[in-house]
């Protein structure tokens, strides 16, 4: 199975900062790589396909970035409504498998 | 557009078998590429995928639960139905059903809102 790492767990931050959130595979995923939101409550989100594919109705401010094993998910300008927690996911073989999330606050 | 909804009992005893269904709308599991997966998440814990089954009756299952999965298909009904033998109250969470795109790199592009299964005496 391929094993998707996220750290940290939890970053603080405040509205208007930049923010990085880091995702590594275990070996080389090639492009299949996805990130997904989930407000507390809610089901996911799909935000980024195929790394840096925005998905319909996604901000701009949001980008995705990498190849191989490491990846980025990044918000340009953090917005009130972008505190929630992210995951990663690859979809290069079966089974698939997600990242352990991190979660964005309020600084 | 694609809908999918989550159905099934909120609470089940150890050692019961849990039955959930997915009915879904916008799309139609006979055509070529199409994917229905499980995906769960324990209260407060991370996403965990279970099982997928494609168009073609092709089924996947995660490794550490297979021996007590499955996963079938009813493409008239719109429905995908997980079973799930021997529960242990660390199976209790929610479940969430979600559509996997046809084309490729795959992602799961629609989700049900969930159904939340507690597993408890």
């Known amino acids: 199975d391929i094993q998707m790492t996220q750290s940290p767990s939890s970053l603080s931050a405040s509205v208007g900062d930049r923010v990085t959130i880091p995702c590594r595979a275990s070996?080389?995923?090639?492009?299949?790589l996805n990130w997904y939101q989930q407000k507390p409550g809610k089901a996911p989100k799909l935000l980024i396909y195929?790394?840096?594919s925005l998905q319909s109705g996604v901000p701009s401010r949001f980008s995705g970035s990498g190849s191989g094993t490491d990846f980025t998910l990044t918000i340009s300008s953090l917005q009130p409504e972008d505190f929630a927690t992210y995951y990663c996911?690859?979809?290069?073989?079966?089974?698939?498998?997600f990242g352990q999330g991190t979660k964005v606050e309020i600084k | 557009q694609i809908t999918l909804k989550e159905s099934g009992p909120t609470l089940v005893k150890p050692t019961q078998t849990l039955t959930l269904t997915c009915t879904f709308s916008?799309?139609?599991?006979?055509?070529?590429?199409?994917?229905v997966g499980w995906i769960r998440q324990p209260p407060g814990k991370a996403l965990e995928w279970l099982a997928l089954?494609?168009?073609?009756?092709?089924?996947h299952y995660s490794p550490s639960l297979k021996s007590r999965l499955t996963i079938t298909k009813d493409t008239s009904k719109n429905q995908v139905v997980l079973t799930m033998t021997n529960v242990d109250p660390v199976d209790t969470a929610t479940y969430y059903c979600?559509?996997?795109?046809?084309?490729?790199?795959?992602?799961?592009?629609?989700w049900g809102q969930g159904t939340l299964v507690t597993v408890s005496s």
């Open positions: 070996q080389s995923i090639s492009d299949y």
């Open positions: 979600t559509h996997e795109t046809t084309v490729t790199p795959r992602r799961f592009d629609s």
């Open positions: 996911q690859q979809s290069y073989s079966l089974p698939r498998t």
């Open positions: 916008g799309f139609s599991l006979s055509t070529n590429g199409v994917g």
């Open positions: 089954v494609f168009w073609n009756d092709d089924k």
């Open positions: 195929a790394v840096s």
